[in-house]
């Protein structure tokens, strides 16, 4: 893989295709990466105290790394 932490890129395909981010996770074993406001998915999440509310929050998702393409 020739993708790494901390590298940017633009997403050649999927619903992101044109959006450029940069690289937060690489995952060599999967061949996948994630990429900072790319593939935004919503978590539910429960309350961790009692009186507390549970929330949603937005996690950036794996995507595969021949969907990205390394910028210079």
Request: charged share 30%; no cysteine.
């Amino acid at each position: 893989m020739k993708l790494k932490k901390g590298d940017n890129i633009i997403m050649i395909a999927g619903k992101d295709k044109g959006k450029k981010g940069k690289i937060t996770k690489a995952i060599p074993t999967e061949n996948k990466v994630v990429v900072e406001g790319i593939n935004m998915m919503k978590k539910h999440q429960r309350p961790r105290k009692s009186g507390e509310k549970g929330s949603v929050i937005n996690m950036a998702m794996p995507v595969h790394a021949s969907n990205a393409k390394k910028l210079n």
